[in-house]
């Protein structure tokens, strides 16, 4: 009886851990993301540094060189404060091409800011998965037809991936 007792005692203290893992393979995201992966991985992504201006959204994905967040400049102080050792970087853009629901995809883990007149915008969706090359996480975002600024912040790596694409 005190052994069932033990191994119930751990699986419930070790639950928690379980739940809190992020899904793991291409097909964990909670919609498709061929489009968005595609656009990360294109070799012919557009190679920009932190605090760049585009005139537009690329048709393909980008790839955007990132800095300590001290030197990055952010235009607005992250909605989460990065961690030590890691990169930060922005772009700006003049305009959406329309307005409408767009998906902001990454290669790999960080926090994403989207600020907008002067406000940050709330994601409408959210997925992310690991182990899926190309691709860790992708957010659903209502733009207007205005300029946006992109910031990035808390990643490991000196570089990452974008796709800004219309939602499908």
């Known amino acids: 009886m005190r052994g069932i007792a033990l191994i119930a005692l751990v699986l419930f203290g070790t639950a928690p851990a379980f739940a809190a893992e992020e899904p793991s393979g291409c097909d964990k995201f909670k919609w498709p993301i061929d489009h968005e992966r595609a656009a990360l991985t294109a070799p012919d992504r557009a ?37 030590e050792g890691t990169f930060a970087g922005f772009t700006s853009f003049k305009t959406a091409p329309k307005a409408g629901l767009y998906t902001i995809s990454l290669s790999a883990g960080a926090w994403v800011d989207v600020v907008q007149d002067g406000h940050f915008l709330k994601p409408k969706a959210f997925s992310g998965a690991t182990d899926c090359d190309g691709i860790r996480k992708t957010m659903k975002y209502e733009l207007s037809a205005s300029p946006f600024v992109l910031q990035v912040s808390g990643t490991k790596e000196d570089s990452i991936s974008i796709a800004i694409l219309p939602s499908e």
């Open 47 to 83: 190679k920009l540094t932190s605090g760049s201006e585009q005139a537009a959204l690329p048709a393909t994905g980008i790839s955007l060189a990132l800095v300590a967040p001290a030197d990055a400049k952010l235009p607005a102080p992250p909605e989460r404060a990065p961690k």
